[in-house]
């Protein structure tokens, strides 16, 4: 596990990495195909029916699948932050593997952020996880994955507005926590103030804590947590 610079979280863990939905702002693709790439092409631990030559293409690490045993302290460990655990093309036995550590390690909280909600809902989460989906705006394609998500069941389930894209102007009362976000990289586009301020309503609104993300560049410092959490 490697200290990340991810605000709500302690440790970034990658037991997996890769995803096939080709989003084109992705920072993770960038980093594999950038100065990660001759790491990712020497691992041959390729998903199946996946291109070995794309440093991107779901990846394995087994000997990544124990490191958060050897964290004695409690932490949040963000999962899979180079890829999507419920990309398509990865298998069962590897998505179990990854559960079957969390739940061996109770005393830490494990992120988990997902594209794929309509695969995640078919896994049982331990109690010490958080679930979460990326919405970008209010697209067809974003309201679909709400409404998938709705059957991913958590202790926390969350919503990443990040990058936050286009406005949305309704924010599901059944959901524990919001985070917003913006698009990182060398061609980062911030997003319009009033998309930003638009979910802080609806959060405030609903009662939703919310945790503005620091690149933003928001006047108003908003790091909450789901209710019932101590940080």
């Known amino acids: 596990m490697n200290k990340t610079k991810i605000e709500y979280a302690d440790y970034s863990w990658n037991p997996l990495s890769g995803c096939t939905k080709g989003c084109?702002?992705?920072?993770?693709?960038?980093?594999?195909?950038?100065?990660?790439?001759?790491?990712?092409?020497?691992?041959?631990?390729?998903?199946?029916?996946?291109?070995?030559s794309d440093p991107f293409s779901p990846r394995v690490w087994p000997y990544r699948y124990i490191e958060p045993?050897?964290?004695e302290k409690p932490c949040r460990i963000f999962t899979c932050d180079m890829g999507d655990l419920f990309d398509p093309h990865i298998p069962n036995n590897w998505i179990e593997t990854v559960l079957n550590?969390?739940?061996?390690?109770?005393?830490?909280?494990?992120?988990?952020?997902?594209?794929?909600?309509?695969l995640a809902r078919s896994y049982k989460f331990p109690p010490n996880c958080w679930a979460?989906?990326?919405?970008?705006?209010?697209?067809?394609?974003?309201?679909?994955?709400?409404?998938?998500?709705?059957?991913v069941h958590a202790r926390v389930r969350y919503i990443s507005y990040e990058p936050l894209l286009?406005?949305?102007?309704?924010?599901p009362d059944w959901i524990d926590w919001i985070i917003v976000g913006a698009m990182t990289g060398p061609k980062a586009v911030k997003p319009n103030p009033k998309w930003v301020q638009t979910l802080i309503d609806c959060a405030d609104a609903s009662g939703i804590p919310i945790f503005l993300k620091?690149?933003?560049n928001w006047a108003e410092r908003r790091t909450e947590w789901p209710k019932g959490i101590t940080t």
Do not use: M, W
């Open 69 to 71: 045993i050897f964290a």
């Open 166 to 171: 286009g406005p949305v102007q309704r924010v």
């Open 214 to 216: 620091d690149n933003l």
């Open 24 to 52: 084109s702002y992705c920072y993770a693709r960038q980093l594999a195909q950038g100065r990660l790439k001759n790491l990712y092409l020497a691992n041959p631990n390729v998903a199946p029916g996946c291109d070995p």
């Open 132 to 151: 979460g989906v990326t919405i970008e705006d209010a697209s067809t394609t974003s309201r679909q994955r709400l409404s998938d998500f709705f059957n």
């Open 101 to 118: 550590i969390v739940r061996l390690c109770p005393r830490h909280t494990f992120l988990f952020l997902t594209k794929r909600p309509d």
